[in-house]
Structures are given as structure tokens and as C-alpha cells.
């Protein structure tokens, strides 16, 4: 059965959605079964892959939580061979207020990836910037939330509610629910405060928080332009490295031992 990560901070421009975007592809190009399932409205990550965000579109995740669709419906194939997509689009926007009334809401999403599960390695859920019903289904079906944390002076603003919200979803929905790790993203080390901010992170999680730090990187920000990922626009940069690093710590954590398809430097 798939491991399920929720990407999750409500404080927006942490990196959450080119987390889920890259550490997606470098857990593909390991050859694991990879879906990433995209539940922000804005549907960046869904055209981080180049796919279609029209409103149009059939068969996106609102149509599985709204609509009782069969998420199979709505996977697509990704340019990366051990990758899919959930795209999402515009019509998530309206989905709080049309869950509210439904039974059991916090359970949806859970019970849509019960018929997915088995044929992926790993899901990867892109959370929108929020605490609403949309992140807490997602952490309700999720196994652990990866929480970025940009490398700046407000990091830690926040962070308290939605530990907080982690704390309540462990004890009255989803008992498993674990912290994943915390990554700094946006990381200078050029900068003074950039070293303080990760001291500071370090001080709070502790353990949890990876080694790996997301460098700034120019390719990083241009990649989504050209709806591709980083390691399939710039494979040799820093942001391809970081990521790759990063899949590498979850892979350690998890006991896999499986080699990436492109080397490090």
C-alpha cells in the first residue's frame, strides 16, 4: 500500500507547491510509482507538469470529492514514466461550501484513495494554503505531512496552528497521523539570517527537521514556466540536486534502498 505525504503550511510562498512538484519527479526518477494529486485551486502543480488547468477540464479532483467520481477517471500520465497526475483547476475554489453538508466530510479524500492505494509506491498530496476542510481531508487521509518552512525572518509564524490542527486530526480523525519532516526552502547561505531562521527551526522540530535545505535557485523558478519539473529542465542544477537529496532522506527513513537514475555530482 502506498505511502501517503501531504505537502502542508497555510502560510503562503513557503514553496509547497514546487515541493510537491519536485520531490514528485525525484521519487519517479527512482522508478518508484508516484502520484501526485494537486487540491489547490490556484492548480499550479497541475501546470507544473503541463497539464491543462481550463475550467472546462473533466474529470479533476473536484470531480472526485464533489461528485463521487472515480479517481481513476481523473489520473493522468505525467512526461515522467513512474509519475501521474490528479490535476485540479478553478471549480476547487467552491468545494469547502459543497463538502460542508456532506457526511462524514473529513473522510472523503480518504476514502477516494482507498481504490488507488495499491498501485502507487507514494502519493504526494499538493496542499492549498490553508487550514480549511480541503488540507484537513488531506491530512486525514494522509500517513504524514512534510511541512516546507522558507528560510526568511516570519518562519515560524503560524506554524503553531497548524500543528495544532495535526494535533486535533491524531485525535479525533486520524490516529497515524505523523510529521513527515520539516524543510527550509529559499535557503541563502550567503545570508546571516538564513543560518539564524534554520537554527531557530531546528531549536522547535528538532529531529525533524531534514538536512537537506532547498538552495535558491534560478531553475527552480523558471521550470514551471515550461511545464516541467526541474530535474526534466535542468538536471544539473541545484534545485535538481536538492530535491534528489531530499527523496534520497525520505527514502532512508523509509528503508529503501533504490538508486537514482540520474547520478549526483
Do not use: W
Not at 521519487?27 to 494529486?37: K, M, N, Q, V
Not at 471549480?91 to 473529513?106: A, P
Amino acid at each position: 500500500m502506498g505511502r501517503v505525504i501531504a505537502i502542508a503550511n497555510q502560510k503562503g510562498g513557503v514553496g509547497k507547491t514546487t515541493t510537491s512538484v519536485n520531490i514528485a519527479a525525484s521519487i519517479a526518477i527512482s522508478e518508484f510509482r508516484t502520484l501526485l494529486i494537486d487540491i489547490d485551486p490556484q492548480a499550479n502543480a497541475t501546470s507544473g507538469f503541463g497539464l491543462e488547468t481550463e475550467d472546462e477540464i473533466e474529470n479533476t479532483f473536484y470531480h472526485v470529492m464533489v461528485q463521487g467520481g472515480d479517481i481513476k477517471d481523473a489520473i493522468r500520465p505525467s512526461k515522467l514514466e513512474y509519475l501521474d497526475v490528479v490535476p485540479s483547476n478553478v471549480n476547487l475554489v467552491g468545494m469547502e461550501v459543497e463538502l460542508v453538508n456532506m457526511q462524514e466530510r473529513e473522510y472523503v479524500m480518504q476514502k477516494a484513495l482507498k481504490g488507488v492505494r495499491d498501485n502507487y509506491d507514494y502519493i504526494i498530496i499538493d496542499c492549498p494554503p490553508s487550514l480549511g476542510l480541503i488540507t484537513l481531508n488531506s491530512l486525514t487521509a494522509a500517513d504524514s505531512v512534510l511541512i516546507p518552512v522558507q528560510a526568511e525572518y516570519y518562519a515560524l509564524e503560524g506554524l503553531g496552528k497548524l500543528l495544532n490542527t495535526i494535533s486535533i486530526v491524531r485525535k479525533h480523525l486520524n490516529p497515524r497521523l505523523e510529521i513527515e519532516g520539516v524543510l527550509l526552502t529559499m535557503f541563502d547561505s550567503r545570508l546571516r539570517l538564513a543560518g539564524q531562521v534554520a537554527e531557530e527551526v531546528k531549536k522547535f522540530f528538532k529531529d525533524k527537521v531534514y538536512k537537506t535545505y532547498i538552495r535558491r535557485n534560478v531553475r527552480l523558478s523558471e521550470a514551471p514556466s515550461h511545464g516541467l519539473p526541474a530535474l526534466l529542465y535542468d538536471a544539473q542544477s541545484l534545485g535538481s540536486k536538492d530535491y534528489l537529496d531530499l527523496a534520497q532522506e525520505i527514502f532512508n527513513k523509509d528503508g529503501n534502498i533504490r538508486k537514482f537514475k540520474i547520478r549526483q555530482q
